[in-house]
């Protein structure tokens, strides 16, 4: 018979409320081709209508800033706004303000650049340089009062000049460690793959798939991954629709991304967010908070929320720009409560034991919960931090801990560190490594720490031999 000797050094409850940490969180737009609002639909359809271009100002910008529910700043743009000339970029103002915010505010941010939109200021979202020099296709558009717009063809110029772009962007930004993902885009509006809209002669609305599509969309994976290589890439659904995209599914360094719930979200859509993919994030977009909840009930804003929720989210988002997320933080207070409790991962160690094993040597068993209702999109390393020092560390698989997992990992205890009693301490931090970049995690527990990214311990002394018979170390605040 052989009695195990093992004592409970601590326990940790479950995190009420908001907890941020890095691949994770609530987007807040702060700039985007929807620059526009209303109270009511008729207004909502009316300044999309009449004004989609809305400037924004410093004073909400920075407003936006102070929000507690604006974990990452997405910023989308057209092409003509970033690149006013061939091989150099152009840090549009509002850029500016985004990366300068995200630096002193420790904010996190993202990005998309569109080969067109909608709601571009001009017909087209093409710089001045390339106006005239490349092939375009035309579709009726009555979105931003142009009648007709237009999307460049996809040609092998058309792609040679994404490409360089692309470049340029990966050289300014892809070494960034606030920026957490990139937009796959260059094919369809928004760069989303949609190309619907009546075309030429059509007499009502078609889906323009182009004759190359497979070809393009290969082109565009390929030249984000060679541009972006430590940078997460986010791929839209609408790309599921071609096999290139199926295919690009394999790589877990590409995150899914749906541009917004639609009732006629599919099986294999559901099969794509849902099956397990570890290092994979899934992005959601996005919950409009001033227009009047849609019709049938079943529609409302609270039911999406929990099928983001059921069908497994590490991001979403609240609104198309920033006065839709102020408007949000006055208004939908309970529904940003709802998504921050819940949204993405939430580690905490449920319990951390101490055990001395057959060969009389000391190791920490810890059981890691996560609470939140996804896998971490990375690969989590736990490090234990002892009195004489010395550091140890483990490299969970990718993607662990799961939700419910049950693992009850191992760290072995210097030999020096033996003899260490409850009033010496242990340390216990976490970090993950998301493709190229790696950043520290807080850890989302309910006891008030000192440190949100460090845990402490006591090294109680396990019991020397039957645990209902021999004492073991006393148990001392940890301070």
């Known amino acids: 018979m052989m009695i195990d000797r093992c004592i409970h050094l601590a326990y940790f409850d479950p995190a009420k409320g908001h907890v941020p940490n890095p691949g994770m969180g609530i987007h807040a737009y702060a700039f985007s081709d929807h620059?526009?609002?209303?109270?009511?639909?008729?207004?909502?359809?009316?300044?999309?209508?009449?004004?989609?271009?809305?400037?924004?100002?410093?004073?909400?910008?920075?407003?936006?800033?102070?929000?507690?529910?604006?974990?990452?700043?997405?910023?989308?743009?057209?092409?003509?706004?970033?690149?006013?000339?061939?091989?150099?970029?152009?840090?549009?103002?509002?850029?500016?303000?985004?990366?300068?915010?995200?630096?002193?505010?420790?904010?996190?941010?993202?990005?998309?650049?569109?080969?067109?939109?909608?709601?571009?200021?001009?017909?087209?979202?093409?710089?001045?340089?390339?106006?005239?020099?490349?092939?375009?296709?035309?579709?009726?558009?009555?979105?931003?009062?142009?009648?007709?717009?237009?999307?460049?063809?996809?040609?092998?110029?058309?792609?040679?000049?994404?490409?360089?772009?692309?470049?340029?962007?990966?050289?300014?930004?892809?070494?960034?460690?606030?920026?957490?993902?990139?937009?796959?885009?260059?094919?369809?509006?928004?760069?989303?793959?949609?190309h619907y809209g009546m075309h030429e002669n059509d007499k009502v609305d078609s889906n323009r798939h182009a004759p190359n599509a497979e070809e393009v969309i290969t082109r565009l994976v390929e030249d984000h991954e060679n541009a972006f290589r430590k940078t997460p890439l986010a791929m839209t659904l609408h790309y599921l629709d071609y096999q290139t995209g199926v295919d690009t599914m394999q790589n877990t360094d590409v995150w899914l991304r749906r541009d917004s719930w639609q009732r006629f979200s599919s099986k294999f859509e559901y099969a794509a967010v849902t099956t397990p993919r570890p290092g994979r994030a899934i992005l959601w977009e996005t919950i409009i908070p001033e227009v009047p909840e849609c019709a049938p009930p079943m529609f409302s804003r609270e039911r999406l929320v929990q099928r983001y929720l059921d069908w497994g989210a590490h991001y979403i988002a609240m609104g198309f720009n920033p006065w839709e997320a102020i408007f949000a933080h006055q208004y939908n207070t309970d529904l940003y409560e709802m998504i921050a409790s819940k949204v993405g991962y939430r580690i905490r160690p449920s319990i951390v034991m101490r055990r001395i094993n057959e060969r009389d040597e000391h190791e920490l068993l810890i059981a890691l919960a996560n609470d939140g209702n996804v896998p971490p999109p990375g690969r989590i390393t736990l490090t234990a931090k002892f009195p004489s020092g010395r550091e140890v560390s483990i490299d969970l698989p990718v993607g662990a801990p799961t939700v419910n997992d049950k693992t009850l990992y191992s760290i072995s205890m210097p030999k020096e560190d033996f003899g260490a009693t409850s009033d010496r301490d242990v340390q216990l931090i976490l970090t993950i490594a998301i493709k190229g970049k790696k950043h520290p995690v807080r850890w989302a527990v309910k006891q008030v720490m000192h440190d949100p990214f460090t845990i402490t311990a006591p090294l109680i002394t396990p019991p020397a031999g039957d645990p209902f018979l021999t004492p073991s170390g006393v148990y001392d605040p940890v301070l």
């Open 35 to 194: 620059m526009h609002y209303g109270f009511t639909s008729g207004q909502f359809g009316r300044s999309e209508n009449e004004a989609p271009n809305r400037k924004l100002d410093k004073a909400t910008f920075d407003r936006l800033l102070e929000l507690p529910f604006a974990d990452n700043l997405y910023f989308r743009t057209d092409w003509c706004n970033i690149q006013k000339e061939k091989g150099k970029l152009f840090i549009q103002e509002e850029l500016e303000w985004l990366l300068d915010g995200v630096r002193s505010r420790g904010r996190r941010w993202s990005l998309r650049i569109m080969n067109s939109s909608r709601h571009s200021v001009a017909n087209n979202s093409v710089p001045e340089f390339l106006q005239g020099k490349l092939p375009m296709l035309a579709y009726k558009n009555d979105t931003s009062g142009h009648g007709t717009s237009y999307y460049p063809a996809y040609t092998d110029d058309y792609l040679g000049y994404w490409r360089e772009l692309l470049d340029l962007l990966g050289d300014k930004f892809d070494g960034d460690p606030l920026l957490e993902f990139v937009d796959i885009s260059g094919y369809g509006i928004w760069g989303e793959g949609h």
